[in-house]
């Protein structure tokens, strides 16, 4: 706990002076510790993985019995570290084998739940802000702004039913 209010309170202030804090609830306090500690650090691709799960939990339901996630992007850190975020929110795995990583240069995940799937695409805008990350500061820095942004503004999403 003491770890993430240390979080937001280094998280820029809006210009009414208050903590940009308003779109994180969708990343709770505890959920972000839990990732922190499954996942070893905190970095932006592990926020993206957040969020991307809890929207899809949000439109497809939460469970791991029915959902299959395929995540295409590069595989290695820090990309690869967005399907930490992915395993944590939405319950599906690698070990399950209900999560498959492709590898690509982009950056795009897609949830399916039967004939219902979602598609979050990183917008390219994003993915570039990500490209040169340093330091440890960096990455934090960067996890921090991730963290304050709206998805609709971090990801091209279609819902397609059936077909
Ligand atoms: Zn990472």
């Not at 804090?21 to 957040?50: D, M, T, W, Y």
């Not at 929207?55 to 992007?73: C, F, P, Q």
């Amino acid at each position: 706990m003491e770890l993430v209010t240390s979080y937001i309170d280094l998280m820029p202030a809006g210009r009414d002076g208050k903590k940009l804090v308003k779109e994180s609830h969708e990343v709770s306090s505890e959920l972000l510790n839990e990732a922190i500690r499954f996942h070893g650090h905190l970095g932006p691709f592990l926020i993206l993985g957040l969020k991307a799960g809890l929207y899809a939990n949000k439109i497809l339901g939460k469970d791991h019995s029915k959902i299959r996630v395929i995540v295409e992007t590069k595989l290695s850190p820090p990309y690869s570290c967005i399907i930490d975020g992915i395993q944590v929110t939405t319950g599906c795995t690698m070990g399950k084998g209900n999560i498959t990583a492709r590898n690509g240069e982009s950056v795009s995940i897609t949830f399916i739940n039967g004939e219902r799937s979602l598609k979050m695409r990183l917008k390219e805008r994003v993915l570039e802000s990500l490209k040169d990350m340093s330091t440890k500061g960096d990455s934090e820095r960067k996890a921090l702004k991730i963290m304050s942004e709206d998805v609709n503004d971090l990801f091209d999403i279609s819902i397609e039913k059936g077909g």
